[in-house]
């Protein structure tokens, strides 16, 4: 510590032409000694990188920071995102994994457990994405929770289950739209988590947190939600499906990642009626996912 408390701070100042600054040589020399050698050369890479001057900032690294530029938000759903969007509703309508999906529900709605709500999480900002596969991928994924309430509702009978949806990326327009075309209200974060139930059917494709795993721990007293519409359950996650992580990136397969399986949710599978389908060479906007739907309990 004597060489970095023998130093004092320098001040600089120049009052006619260049503003006040810190001479910054101590500081970096103690993150220098004291950080490991690694994280201290690559952010100074980093810096170089970008151009930074070293006067602009009192830290050496910067972590966990994105650089997103400020754009004008779209006022509403244009002329031509709508023509893509009915491009995207045929083919839809058209895919294999529609199909599946009514036939299943319609096969097993009932003998297990009523739903009266929707809730979607992470499906995307599919009006407001400035990236065309993101838009297409997020509102197909949006037509298949409408389908799964439309059908749920001709099968069940009574009101037709009220959907929500909830993501930090939606912006305004993507909130009016949701409403105005798909019936669909938004919740902040965490009200969707919030408003989990015993009857509730929950919707997720790779979120970057584990939803099925708060869900299923949300709704523990009534054995889990009524149903998931989300990637295949396909191991109890221990074992990361008895595949290393360089054999997942060489076979493509999506193990690792933050809404991992786990063994209550391979319980949840096994002991309830369930529909799997590889959506990945047809409108890859699902890859391995699967349907699974709550028995019925004693006395419903």
């Not at 050369?41 to 001057?53: F, V, Y």
């Not at 584990?210 to 054995?223: G, K």
């Not at 397969?253 to 599978?269: A, D, H, M, Q």
Request: proline share 5%; with cysteine; glycine share 6%.
């Amino acid at each position: 510590m004597d060489k970095v408390t023998s130093k004092s701070t320098e001040m600089e100042c120049d009052m006619s032409s260049q503003p006040a600054r810190i001479e910054l040589q101590p500081i970096l020399e103690a993150q220098r000694t004291y950080a490991p050698r690694y994280i201290w050369q690559r952010a100074q890479a980093s810096r170089h990188e970008r151009g930074h001057n070293e006067w602009a900032t009192l830290t050496p690294f910067e972590f966990g920071l994105r650089y997103v530029p400020v754009k004008d938000e779209k006022a509403c759903a244009d002329a031509e995102f709508h023509d893509k969007a009915a491009q995207w509703k045929s083919q839809w309508d058209n895919s294999d994994l529609h199909r599946k999906l009514i036939a299943f529900l319609k096969t097993h709605t009932g003998s297990v457990t009523r739903i009266d709500q929707i809730i979607c999480f992470g499906l995307g900002n599919t009006v407001s994405s400035t990236h065309p596969r993101v838009q297409r991928i997020s509102y197909v994924q949006h037509l298949a929770a409408h389908t799964v309430r439309d059908t749920l509702a001709s099968q069940q009978g009574g009101a037709a289950p009220t959907m929500f949806a909830q993501d930090p990326e939606y912006k305004a327009v993507d909130t009016s739209y949701l409403s105005e075309h798909f019936d669909c209200t938004v919740l902040d974060d965490p009200e969707g988590f919030k408003a989990l139930d015993g009857n509730t059917f929950v919707i997720a494709f790779a979120p970057n947190v584990p939803v099925r795993q708060i869900a299923l721990d949300m709704t523990h007293d009534s054995n889990g939600p009524a149903g998931f519409l989300c990637d295949a359950i396909k191991s109890d996650g221990l074992e990361g499906e008895g595949l290393t992580r360089k054999e997942c990136y060489e076979a493509e397969n999506n193990v690792y990642y933050t809404c991992n399986p786990s063994p209550g949710l391979w319980k949840y599978k096994e002991q309830g009626l369930w529909m799997e389908h590889d959506d990945r060479d047809e409108l890859g906007c699902f890859r391995k996912v699967g349907v699974y739907l709550k028995k019925c309990s004693e006395g419903e």
